[in-house]
């Protein structure tokens, strides 16, 4: 599977203004290299597809999308759930990219890139082991990470669309071949009920904001939460940056609310954007 993005293009319309005829570039959004052929029409990919210079050319101009290349012509990664009516599509960044539903990043990327971005919320909870329930999966960053150490993940995504947005990402791939990782399809706000006690060591919990999830912010679903996570079990719950004005008011409700439903040690993690609670 090609994926392009302006990022990986730029360098292609270099060389052929350099006269260079090969140039090793990434063709899966900078996860690996490869060495492409550069021609007087266009460029010869490893597996026989050639694009041409106005294609290139139209995906240098667009710099939130990223494009998959089928049968040497090219599909933008973007779709639209007609049962939630709302469009998810890949933003590119110098590194793993992010899913933009209706506009809005679902990772930080201002001054951090996605794959860090995670990185601090495993860092939050580590060391990871046993049983882990992902809350939501998105591009499925957090499910692949922590499945590093994980001896089994479960990871919940709401909408099936998500799934096809993940299928041409080229760094989600690990979601459809990891065998750890089992996807399930539904709300957390009713998988979670549904699940057997005290069954899982580790919970990730990732919501979309407030306004777009508030269900998944209450205190009836942190008692489910509660209620899955084994003794000694560890909570991380993203929140956005506790240093502004929204995440100031919204970490005070969730740490009073995780209280209640009997977390202990409910502490800040303000690098990973988010808080800690134990059973």
Same mark, same amino acid.
């Given at each position: 599977?090609?994926?392009?993005?302006?990022?990986?293009?730029?360098?292609?319309?270099?060389?052929?203004?350099?006269?260079?005829?090969?140039?090793?570039?990434?063709?899966?959004?900078?996860?690996?290299?490869?060495?492409?052929?550069?021609?007087?029409?266009?460029?010869?990919?490893?597996?026989?597809?050639?694009?041409?210079?106005?294609?290139?050319?139209?995906?240098?101009?667009?710099?939130?999308?990223?494009?998959?290349?089928?049968?040497?012509?090219?599909?933008?990664?973007?779709?639209?759930?007609?049962?939630?009516?709302?469009?998810?599509?890949?933003?590119?960044?110098?590194?793993?990219?992010?899913?933009?539903?209706?506009?809005?990043?679902?990772?930080?990327?201002?001054?951090?890139?996605?794959?860090?971005?995670?990185?601090?919320?495993?860092?939050?909870?580590?060391?990871?082991?046993?049983?882990?329930?992902?809350?939501?999966?998105?591009?499925?960053?957090?499910?692949?990470?922590?499945? $590093?150490? /994980?001896?089994? @993940?479960?990871?919940? &995504?709401?909408?099936?669309?998500?799934?096809? #947005?993940?299928? +041409? =990402?080229?760094?989600?791939?690990?979601?459809?071949?990891?065998?750890?990782?089992?996807?399930?399809?539904?709300?957390?706000?009713?998988?979670?009920?549904?699940?057997?006690?005290?069954?899982?060591?580790?919970?990730?919990?990732?919501?979309?904001?407030? $306004?777009? /999830?508030?269900? @998944?912010?209450?205190? &009836?679903?942190?008692?489910?939460?509660?209620? #899955?996570?084994? +003794? =000694?079990?560890?909570?991380?719950?993203?929140?956005?940056?506790?240093?502004?004005?929204?995440?100031?008011?919204?970490?005070?409700?969730?740490?009073?609310?995780?209280?209640?439903?009997?977390?202990?040690?409910?502490?800040?993690?303000?690098?990973?954007?988010?808080?800690?609670?134990?059973?």
């Amino acid at each position: 599977m090609v994926v392009l993005s302006h990022i990986q293009v730029a360098p292609l319309l270099k060389a052929k203004e350099e006269g260079v005829e090969r140039l090793a570039v990434s063709l899966d959004l900078n996860l690996t290299q490869s060495e492409v052929g550069i021609e007087a029409e266009g460029i010869l990919l490893p597996d026989g597809q050639r694009l041409k210079w106005e294609q290139l050319r139209e995906i240098e101009d667009q710099k939130n999308a990223c494009y998959v290349v089928i049968e040497s012509g090219l599909e933008r990664v973007h779709y639209f759930s007609p049962r939630f009516q709302r469009a998810y599509s890949l933003y590119p960044t110098e590194n793993a990219p992010t899913m933009l539903l209706a506009s809005f990043p679902m990772h930080r990327i201002k001054g951090i890139d996605p794959q860090e971005d995670t990185r601090r919320k495993i860092r939050a909870i580590a060391p990871i082991h046993g049983r882990v329930l992902d809350t939501t999966m998105g591009l499925g960053y957090t499910a692949i990470e922590a499945a $590093k150490y /994980a001896s089994e @993940l479960l990871t919940i &995504e709401l909408d099936a669309t998500v799934l096809e #947005v993940a299928r +041409r =990402n080229p760094w989600s791939q690990q979601l459809f071949t990891n065998p750890k990782i089992t996807t399930t399809i539904g709300s957390a706000a009713d998988v979670v009920p549904g699940l057997p006690p005290e069954s899982f060591h580790f919970i990730l919990h990732d919501p979309p904001t407030f $306004k777009l /999830a508030g269900d @998944l912010y209450s205190g &009836e679903f942190y008692c489910e939460l509660f209620r #899955v996570l084994k +003794r =000694n079990g560890k909570l991380f719950h993203y929140i956005g940056d506790l240093e502004s004005a929204h995440g100031a008011s919204v970490v005070r409700g969730v740490i009073r609310r995780l209280q209640e439903a009997g977390f202990q040690r409910v502490t800040k993690a303000p690098e990973a954007f988010g808080v800690v609670a134990t059973k």
